[in-house]
C-alpha cells in the first residue's frame, strides 16, 4: 500500500462539493454513517467499521463501512466489509458489534436483525489478515435469553478478565429497567449465557446512567484497578435525538468467589461526553497493562447530523438529503481516570494536522479559520465563547468558564466542533456555517489562544 493510498479517504474530502464536510474525520464522501463498530488494532493497523448506508443519507439497509489506518493520522476507505444475508439472521441489518483476533483469525461479532421487530442475535463472521475480505455464513453464537423479562437486547462488546473471555450485550427489560446480559466466550461461535449482570437498579446506575435500553456498552480498563463502563442512554422515541447522550461507570472487576465470572462494582460515573450531538462510542482495550505499563484504551464516537440542538443552528432532513451524507466519527481519544473522575484527551497522533500558526497568545477576539485547532489558557473572570457568524445570525456554538491553569483544546472540521477540556471529558458539536460566516473566539481578560490552521500531513 502506498503514502497516498493511504490517505486517500482525507484526500478526497478537500474537494467535496458541500463545504460542511469535515477534511480531517475519515468517512466515505456519500451516505449515512453512525456508530463505530470493530475499532481494533490487528497486524499493524488501525481498523474502524461503522453503520453504513452507502444509497443515501438515511438510517436504513444498514451495512458495515470500513477504514484503517497505521498511524491514526493517515486513512484508507476500503470497501464495505458486512452486508445483509438475505433470508439470514441479519436480513434486516449488520447492526452494531466488535472485531477481534480469534486465535489469529479476525472475527466480527455484531446483532443482526431478522425482521425489523428489535430481537437481534449475535452472528459471527470471520474476516481476511488484512480484514479487507469476509465470509458471512449467517452462524448465530448467541440469540435472544428465553427470560421473558428480557424484551430487547444489542451490541455485543468483548473483554477480558483474569485470562479469560467474556462478553456483554445491552438489553432493557420488561419492568422498564435497562439492564447487560453476560457471556462466557471460550468458544467464539457458541456464546455461554450467564444471566442478567447489572440493571438501572444499582443506585450509582441509577443517578448516572438511567436509560430504558443500555446501548453500545463499553467496558476497559483504564487504571491499574480502575474500570470504566459506558453506555449509550437509550430512551423510547430518541430518533437520534438522544436527550440522555451517553454516561459512564468507574469501578471494580473482581472474581465471585463461588463461581469465578467477573463482578462490576460501580462507585462513580457521570457523562461520557457533553455535547448533545455525540452518541454510540465505541472503545478499544489497547493493553491490559502489565509490571512496566498501565491499560490504554482509545474511543471513537458518532457526532450525527441535525435539526439544531441548545440553540444551534440545525440541518433539516431536506437539506441532508440533498447533501447526500450524515454523520461523522470523532478523533480517537484517549480515556484515563484521575482522582475517580473520568478524563477524556484527543489522542496525540491527531497534533500531526497540526497545520501554519494563524496566532500565538492572542487575546480579546480572535478570528478562527473553518479548519483550526485552538489552544486556550485560562486565568480571570468571564467565559470563553466559540461563535459561529457575527451580528444578529450570530450563534454561541460553545461557552465555558475557565479557571486558571485550566486548557481547552478545540478542532473545527468544517460542521464538527470537538472541544476537550484539561481534567474533563470532552463536549461533541455540530454547527453549519451559512455561506460568508466564520469563527470567532472570544476571550476573557487574562485568557489567551493560539490558533492553527489544519493541514493534511505531506508523508
Known amino acids: 500500500m502506498t503514502d497516498l493510498a493511504l490517505s486517500s479517504s482525507l484526500l478526497f474530502a478537500s474537494t467535496h462539493p458541500d463545504p460542511a464536510f469535515p477534511r480531517f474525520h475519515p468517512r466515505p464522501a456519500q451516505g449515512w454513517i453512525n456508530d463505530p463498530n470493530g475499532v481494533s488494532y490487528i497486524n499493524g493497523r488501525y481498523h474502524v467499521f461503522f453503520q453504513y448506508n452507502p444509497h443515501s443519507a438515511r438510517h436504513t439497509q444498514i451495512q458495515w463501512g ?31 458489534g466488535v472485531v477481534t483476533s480469534d486465535d489469529g483469525v479476525p472475527t466480527a461479532a455484531y446483532s443482526g436483525v431478522q425482521d425489523h421487530g428489535g430481537h437481534s442475535q449475535v452472528v459471527i463472521a470471520r474476516g481476511s489478515s488484512d480484514l479487507v475480505s469476509w465470509e458471512q455464513n449467517g452462524h448465530v453464537a448467541a440469540s435472544m435469553p428465553e427470560d421473558p423479562l428480557v424484551t430487547a437486547v444489542r451490541d455485543p462488546f468483548i473483554f477480558r478478565f483474569n485470562g479469560a473471555r467474556y462478553a456483554m450485550q445491552g438489553a432493557g427489560l420488561a419492568d422498564g429497567r435497562a439492564a447487560l446480559l453476560l457471556y462466557s466466550v471460550s468458544d467464539m461461535e457458541n456464546w455461554e449465557y450467564q444471566g442478567i449482570w447489572l440493571t438501572t437498579a444499582d443506585p450509582v446506575a441509577a443517578v448516572h446512567t438511567p436509560a430504558e435500553i443500555w446501548e453500545c456498552p463499553q467496558l476497559v480498563q483504564v487504571s491499574s484497578g480502575e474500570w470504566v463502563m459506558m453506555f449509550s442512554l437509550w430512551l423510547s422515541g430518541d430518533d437520534h435525538e438522544h436527550a440522555n447522550g451517553v454516561g459512564h461507570l468507574i469501578g471494580s472487576l473482581s472474581a465471585d468467589p463461588e463461581t469465578g465470572l467477573p463482578v462490576f462494582s460501580p462507585v462513580s460515573g457521570g457523562k461520557s461526553d457533553l455535547g448533545r450531538d455525540f452518541y454510540a462510542p465505541q472503545i478499544m482495550q489497547l493493553s491490559y497493562g502489565s509490571a512496566d505499563t498501565e491499560p490504554a484504551a482509545l474511543l471513537w464516537g458518532w457526532a450525527n447530523e441535525g435539526p439544531g440542538r441548545d440553540g444551534r443552528r440545525g440541518r433539516t432532513q431536506e437539506e441532508i438529503d440533498d447533501a447526500g451524507w450524515s454523520g461523522v466519527l470523532t478523533h480517537p481519544r484517549v480515556l484515563s481516570v484521575v482522582d475517580g473522575t473520568l478524563v477524556v484527551a484527543p489522542a496525540s497522533e491527531v497534533e500531526a494536522y497540526r497545520g501554519a500558526s494563524v496566532v500565538a497568545g492572542a487575546a480579546g477576539s480572535v478570528a478562527v479559520p473553518g479548519f483550526a485547532e485552538v489552544l486556550v489558557r485560562g486565568a480571570g473572570s468571564g467565559s470563553v465563547d466559540l461563535v459561529l457568524g457575527s451580528g444578529d445570525e450570530a450563534q454561541v456554538v460553545y461557552s465555558a468558564t475557565l479557571a486558571a491553569g485550566e486548557e481547552l483544546r478545540i478542532f473545527i472540521d468544517a460542521s464538527l466542533v470537538e472541544v476537550y477540556r484539561s481534567g474533563a471529558v470532552a463536549t461533541t458539536l455540530r454547527a453549519y456555517p451559512a455561506p460568508g460566516e466564520s469563527w470567532t473566539l472570544a476571550l476573557p481578560e487574562g485568557a489567551t489562544a493560539d490558533v492553527w490552521e489544519l493541514a493534511l500531513p505531506t508523508q
Open 66 to 96: 470500513h477504514v484503517s489506518s497505521p498511524d491514526l493520522v493517515r486513512w484508507e476507505e476500503h470497501p464495505v466489509a458486512l452486508v445483509p444475508q438475505a433470508g439470514g439472521p441479519d436480513s434486516a441489518g449488520c447492526w452494531t
